[in-house]
């Protein structure tokens, strides 16, 4: 079992930054995926970006050059470090992890807002 806790989500002007955090729990951190998905209001949930347990990074092209994925797995925690916010980033922000044959996570979500 792994709990995920996010934190760091709030409301920021377009143009701003914001660093959020996932922090995980009850298992070994180092083995898993993990991954930050959104959900915007009224549209699907999307995967964001993933870091891989050996550190390689992918991004979906709307944040790409913008945001950074990072672990710290002595801290057992992942980073989103939003730079460049547009209104279009606004959504509920989830963490999530992943290792095959020790099942997949979802943290609860955390809001971020970019006003125009």
């Known amino acids: 079992q792994v709990q995920l806790v996010e934190s760091g989500g709030g409301l920021v002007q377009a143009g701003g930054s914001r660093r959020l955090s996932c922090a995980a729990s009850?298992?070994?951190?180092?083995?898993?995926?993990m991954a930050w998905y959104r959900r915007a209001p009224g549209k699907q949930r999307e995967l964001v970006a993933i870091?891989?347990?050996?550190?390689?990074?992918n991004y979906a092209d709307s944040v790409k050059d913008r945001f950074t994925i990072s672990r710290d797995n002595a801290k057992m925690t992942v980073y989103l470090q939003m730079n460049s916010l547009k209104p279009e980033d606004t959504a509920v922000y989830y963490c999530?992890?992943?290792?095959?044959?020790?099942?997949?996570?979802w943290g609860q979500g955390t809001q971020v807002t970019v006003s125009s």
């Open positions: 999530y992890a992943a290792a095959v044959g020790w099942g997949n996570y």
């Open positions: 009850g298992s070994i951190f180092s083995i898993y995926d």
């Open positions: 870091i891989t347990r050996s550190g390689s990074t």
